[in-house]
C-alpha cells in the first residue's frame, strides 16, 4: 500500500518541475533567439521576451542552408539505418537464438563486445573500406590469377572495372552504420522470453522456421521494434560525424551539416536568430516522431522489462 503524504507529493511534483525547467529553458532561449533581429539578439542582457521575426528567421534558414535538399537526404538515410538494422538484429537474434550451430555464443559474444567499438573509433578503416569497396574483390582476382587469366585470354582489365567508390552516396552514408549489436542483444533477450512451446506448436503444425519467425515472433516483437524505431530514427538523423567526413558533395549533406553550417564563426556575421530558427525545424522530425509513438515507446519498454 502506498502511503498518500502530502509534502512528499509536493517534493516530488518540485523536483519534476525544476527537472522540466531545466530541460525547456535552454529550448525557451533558443526560441527568443529564433525570434529576434541581428540587432536584438546581440542585446545585453538578452532579452526574455520572444520577438516577432521567428517565421521569418525560418524561412531565411530554410532558404540559405538549401534544407529542402537536405531534409530529403537526412529522411532517406535515417529510414535506411533504421530498417538496415531491425532488419540485420532480428534475423541474427532469431539465428542466435533458435538455430543450433557450431561457435553460436562465440559469434553472439563477438557482436556483443563490437559494443564497445563504435563507428568513430573506426573511422578509418571504415572510411578506407567503402571508399574503396570493391578493394577486397581486386585482391581476390590478383590472387587467384583471375585477372592476369581475364587479362591474357579477353585483353580486358579486370582491376579497373572493379572500382566501386560509394562516397557522396546513400548507400555509403548508410551501409556502415547498420549493424547494431545492442539491438540484436535486445531482441535476444526478447526471444529468450518467448515460450518453447510456441516453437514446438509451430514445428507440429508444420511451419517452417522462416514461418514461424514472420507469424510469430514478428506479431510479438511489435512493441519492441516500435520502441527500438525511435531509438534508432534519433541516432539515425543525429549522425554528424560520419556525414561531416563522407560528403564532400553539398548536395549530399545532411540536415545537421546544414544547421552547422549556419551557426556562426568568429569572423562571420553572428546571426544566431537565424542559426537558432534552423534548430527548431532541424530537430522537429524526431521531437514528432517521439510523440506519435511515445505510447508504443513505452510499452515496449515495459514488454522489454518483463
Given at each position: ?27 525557451y532561449f533558443a ?53 538496415g538494422k531491425l ?220
Amino acid at each position: 500500500m502506498i502511503e498518500r503524504n502530502l509534502g512528499l507529493t509536493i517534493f516530488c511534483h518540485a523536483v519534476l518541475l525544476l527537472g522540466a525547467a531545466a530541460v525547456c529553458l535552454p529550448l525557451y532561449f533558443a526560441f527568443v533567439a529564433g525570434s529576434l533581429t541581428l540587432q536584438e539578439v546581440q542585446q545585453t542582457p538578452f532579452p526574455w521576451v520572444p520577438g516577432t521575426h521567428f517565421l521569418d528567421n525560418i524561412a531565411t534558414a530554410w532558404n540559405q542552408g538549401n534544407f529542402s535538399r537536405l531534409y530529403i537526404n537526412s529522411l532517406i538515410v535515417t529510414v535506411g539505418i533504421v530498417v538496415g538494422k531491425l532488419m540485420i538484429s532480428l534475423i541474427a537474434a532469431f539465428a542466435i537464438t533458435y538455430f543450433r550451430f557450431p561457435f553460436r555464443m562465440t559469434a553472439f559474444w563477438l557482436i556483443f563486445v563490437s559494443l564497445m567499438l563504435p563507428v568513430e573509433v573506426r573511422i578509418i578503416p571504415t572510411y578506407e573500406a567503402v571508399a574503396d569497396a570493391a578493394g577486397p574483390l581486386r585482391w581476390f582476382a590478383d590472387i587467384t590469377g583471375i585477372s592476369w587469366l581475364v587479362g591474357s585470354v579477353t585483353g580486358y582489365q579486370l582491376e579497373a572495372a572493379l572500382q566501386w567508390n560509394m562516397v557522396n552516396t546513400y548507400s555509403g552514408l548508410i551501409l556502415p552504420l547498420i549493424a547494431s549489436a545492442s539491438a540484436t542483444f535486445l531482441f535476444r533477450q526478447f526471444f529468450l522470453t518467448v515460450p518453447e512451446e510456441l516453437c514446438e506448436a509451430a514445428r507440429l503444425d508444420g511451419a517452417g522456421p522462416v514461418k514461424f519467425f514472420l507469424d510469430i515472433l514478428l506479431p510479438l516483437s511489435r512493441a519492441n521494434i516500435a520502441a527500438l524505431s525511435i531509438i534508432l530514427f534519433i541516432y539515425g538523423w543525429n549522425q554528424y560525424l560520419w556525414p561531416l567526413l563522407f560528403t564532400t558533395d553539398a548536395e549530399m549533406q545532411t540536415a545537421i551539416l546544414g544547421l552547422k553550417h549556419l551557426v556562426p564563426v568568429s569572423d562571420a556575421e553572428p546571426a544566431w536568430n537565424i542559426a537558432m530558427s534552423a534548430a527548431f525545424f532541424v530537430m522537429l522530425p524526431p521531437a514528432v516522431i517521439i510523440l506519435l509513438m511515445q505510447r508504443w515507446f513505452t510499452k515496449g519498454l515495459v514488454d522489454s522489462g518483463k
